[in-house]
């Protein structure tokens, strides 16, 4: 186990490097990048390499830049958004799984009946819908209709303490998110436990008289949950994107809209600080993930490279 | 996919795992790729130079089961037949249904639908049905475009990385990590920000952020070809290894590229509105879906739920169309072992 992580933990190291790379590459090779403008005197003509070294050594030092356009420094503005979207995108996953898994179960355990059909419908249309169209529609039927039901934004009060406790307004979002992600989800879930039912495990179950409900908790669904865990790690750059359009359009003050504001008005320190965090986020994510994974089925950590 | 088949190289088992966007379906592509992986097109004699006659046989032979896929998965067939229908509605519609989309009319602003304009009006009072019409030209050239490019470069990169093996596969593959670490949206953000957007950098742009799912497919699949005995065989006999690739290692993984392909141009039409919805889309006074949508939230407050329902239930329909095509392939390709 121990080889089998240190291996992995310098994978990600490397994917790490390679990201920062790309990112600090695309912005600052631009032609009359405002990149070279921003990084300080005399950095148009500092040799790549090295600009890309000391701003590496400052993010490395917890330093990730100062926004000139807004007057504060990245980290700080980080800190007022990032709580925003912790509590968006953690509330909708977490709900996204509760949907979910049990949606894909039942796809599977029914396959080829009128359920089937019904639920993967539905979550073809959870997919195929743009987050903004999906978000529109529900602000349109819930918050401009009078009654009034839910707010057309999210929390604008600063602070944590306002999002959590904001239930009228952090709905909408909320939902926008977790149907986004319920499209990626359920569709994943279903093949997994589709998987799993063809396994000999289910065979031997039933044969040795195993009722159906035992053979569906005990072997499928557990077996299915073991692929949802690296899933879980791999598709967090696809919810933090997600997050980006929920926040832009309910106009929460979050990481995504941030991000996108800076890109709009060609702020670099902040995308680039910001798009490392998602990044870093990701691979450790992914890193988790893998643990996670060879932890639970041991075929993994004993596999040769 | 069996877990055991899925485990034993961490590497290969994360490549069959969705990771981003339209990656979700294939993950069972992943196992239809191994399992088709057993039977090669090639696998008879290698040797023999293959005749222009044999060849355009084997194309049609493709064509052939390409077309029993369709018959035997109704929902494709008329997931296809959408997407053909949304094509003419928006190259031919425009030349039966004549509007104006270039100039401002103040007196016909947020109209609701009514006779004349069967869709409305937007903020601009340009009539919906025509500006659907238009946008919907752009979005299924980027859309299609970007998709192609992207499916082009993933597959060759996934196919040499496969092939190579060894420390050119290990580098390659981190470099698609670290782009897929990116969220795509935030990718096309920091590009469109430096770069001024046009009909072609976004078709360059989109497909440099989703060609790396498809390089991981097409590399898990290069992977368990190069070892058949046929691509064996062509090496021994002295066959380069980009002969290798282009005539055995890419024709055999064509099913999986094909239903690739389908779920590339979803994801890039769904990625083309949402850009232009963020403002870094295709300038005024070109339109797509996502431009249209962009306007209709801003307005969202007064109701007018038709400026919003048209553009979306366009970018859902046609998506979802190219799922369903995407699926029933992939189920009739995995089906007919």
Not at chain 1, 46 to 52: D, K, S, T, V
Request: charged share 10%.
């Amino acid at each position: 186990m121990t080889a089998y992580v240190s291996r992995r933990g310098l994978q990600a190291v490397v994917v790490l490097l390679i990201v920062t790379l790309i990112v600090f590459g695309l912005l600052s090779l631009a032609p009359g990048s405002p990149a070279s403008a921003s990084l300080g005197p005399g950095s148009a003509h500092r040799p790549f390499l090295l600009a890309y070294l000391t701003w590496l050594n400052r993010a490395v030092q917890g330093n990730l830049g100062f926004s000139p356009r807004l007057n504060v420094s990245v980290a700080s503005l980080l800190a007022a958004s990032l709580p925003r979207t912790l509590v968006l995108t953690g509330v909708s996953t977490v709900l996204a799984l509760v949907i979910a898994i049990p949606v894909g179960l039942l796809q599977a355990v029914r396959r080829g009946t009128a359920a089937d059909h019904v639920l993967r419908g539905l979550t073809v249309l959870c997919y195929g819908t743009p987050a903004v169209v999906l978000g529109s529609v529900l602000v349109l039927f819930l918050a401009v209709d009078p009654p009034h039901v839910f707010g057309a934004e999210g929390p604008q009060a600063p602070g944590i303490a306002a999002v959590i406790t904001d239930v009228r307004d952090m709905t909408l979002p909320v939902c926008t998110l977790t149907l986004v992600t319920v499209g990626i989800f359920a569709r994943y879930m279903r093949s997994s436990a589709l998987d799993s039912l063809s396994q000999d495990y289910v065979e031997a179950a039933r044969a040795r008289g195993a009722g159906e409900q035992r053979v569906i908790v005990a072997h499928v669904l557990r077996n299915s949950l073991v692929p949802v865990v690296t899933l879980l790690g791999l598709s967090l750059p696809q919810i933090v994107g997600g997050a980006v359009l929920v926040e832009g359009l309910f106009n929460i003050k979050g990481m995504g809209w941030q991000l996108w504001q800076a890109a709009l008005r060609h702020d670099v320190p902040v995308t680039l600080g910001f798009t490392l965090i998602v990044a870093v986020a990701a691979i450790l994510g992914s890193l988790l993930a893998d643990i996670g994974y060879a932890f639970l089925d041991p075929r993994v950590r004993h596999a040769q490279p | 996919m069996t877990a055991s088949q899925a485990v034993p190289d961490p590497v290969v088992g994360q490549a069959q795992l969705p990771a981003g966007g339209a990656q979700a379906e294939d993950v069972a592509t992943g196992a239809a790729a191994s399992a088709r992986a057993g039977r090669g097109r090639h696998a008879g004699p290698v040797a023999v130079q293959p005749s222009g006659a044999e060849l355009r046989a084997a194309a049609a032979g493709r064509l052939r089961r390409f077309l029993a896929v369709l018959r035997a998965h109704p929902l494709a067939t008329v997931g296809g037949l959408v997407i053909v229908a949304v094509a003419l509605f928006c190259y031919t519609g425009p030349a039966l249904y004549h509007t104006d989309q270039v100039h401002v009319f103040l007196s016909q602003m947020n109209l609701s639908p009514r006779a004349g304009h069967p869709l409305g009006t937007d903020s601009d009072g340009q009539d919906e049905l025509g500006r659907l019409m238009k946008g919907g030209q752009l979005a299924l050239l980027i859309g299609a475009a970007s998709g192609g490019l992207a499916v082009l470069l993933g597959s060759m990169w996934g196919a040499v990385a496969g092939y190579a093996g060894g420390a050119v596969d290990a580098v390659m593959m981190r470099i698609v990590d670290a782009g897929v670490a990116i969220p795509a949206i935030i990718l096309l953000l920091l590009l469109t920000s430096v770069y001024r957007p046009s009909a072609t950098l976004l078709i360059v742009v989109i497909a440099g952020t989703s060609w790396l799912t498809t390089a991981r497919l097409v590399r898990a699949e290069a992977l368990t070809l190069r070892t058949r005995e046929y691509v064996q065989a062509a090496r021994v006999m002295g066959g380069g290894s980009l002969r290798a690739i282009l005539r055995h290692i890419a024709p055999n993984a064509m099913g999986t590229i094909v239903v690739n392909a389908t779920f590339q141009i979803a994801n890039a039409i769904l990625l083309l509105a949402t850009l232009s919805w963020l403002g870094l889309g295709v300038q005024f006074p070109s339109v797509d879906w996502g431009d249209m949508l962009s306007a209709a939230t801003q307005g969202i407050d007064n109701g007018y739920w038709w400026q919003i329902v048209s553009p979306g239930a366009a970018i859902v329909t046609i998506v979802v169309a190219f799922v369903l095509l995407g699926d029933g392939l992939r189920d009739g390709l995995a089906g007919d072992e």
